[in-house]
């Protein structure tokens, strides 16, 4: 199933998303902190994150899946948006310096090509932040938040399948640890439950984020092997 880039929007613009925005707006800046002369982009719906860095970086771009549509962005030109086919990107090979892919793994129809094209355009040291439905949050029960739509994964999961796409991760977080109900008292006190869910259950938030690394050499599996030594050298003629 696919999310609508209108019904994303909409939903950033409520309150409730508008409160989910500024928390995952600050999650990826702390683990990313600021990008001077970097060229960063987005997959899937990542504007409401990546405005933050305009201005700062090289580049900045939001990429939305034709499956997905698009939304001119920003509203003023230069227009920074593109529509793409997730499976192949209109981007060089190692081009982008990072990488935010949100509200696009879960829905996504081949995953795996899907994660080798990011792993194409990412530089050797590049790094990737993936945001994904949590399986044990609330949120992906929730069919009134974008989060609670497409598959949502378990850390194990998602490990397993960055790995066997040559990422390493690097850092877990989880976050969106409040009630996904749009209602007056539950959104004013929305911080707080954030900031008490993630010390008391932060295995449960509504997200799961993780930052990776490209790996450049594919890991080797099974038993390391001793070489056997050779104790009668043979010429050979």
Not at 54 to 65: D, H, I, N, Q
Not at 71 to 100: C, F, H, K
Not at 112 to 134: F, K, S
């Amino acid at each position: 199933m696919h999310l609508d880039v209108v019904t994303l929007r909409d939903f950033y613009a409520t309150p409730l998303g508008q409160i989910a925005r500024r928390i995952l707006a600050r999650r990826i800046r702390s683990h990313w902190g600021p990008a001077p002369g970097e060229v960063i982009a987005s997959l899937g719906f990542g504007t409401p994150f990546i405005n933050a860095y305009r201005g700062e970086t090289r580049s900045v771009s939001a990429l939305m899946p034709a499956s997905q549509g698009a939304l001119i962005w920003p509203p003023s030109s230069p227009i920074l948006s593109a529509l793409v086919d997730e499976g192949s990107l209109p981007l060089r090979d190692n081009s982008v310096d990072r990488l935010l892919v949100i509200h696009c793994l879960e829905v996504a129809e081949q995953v795996t090509p899907l994660l080798r094209e990011l792993w194409r355009v990412l530089r050797p040291e590049g790094r990737l932040m993936a945001i994904v439905p949590n399986r044990r949050g609330l949120w992906t029960h929730v069919d009134t938040t974008p989060f609670g739509f497409g598959r949502p994964y378990s850390r194990s999961q998602l490990d397993s399948l960055l790995h066997q796409s040559l990422f390493t991760p690097q850092a877990w977080d989880t976050a969106l640890h409040f009630p996904p109900f749009d209602r007056g008292i539950l959104v004013r006190s929305a911080t707080a439950w954030e900031r008490v869910g993630a010390r008391v259950s932060p295995a449960l938030g509504g997200v799961l984020m993780v930052e990776a690394r490209k790996e450049t050499m594919a890991p080797i599996k099974g038993k390391p092997v001793r070489a056997k030594a050779l104790r009668d050298l043979v010429t050979i003629r």
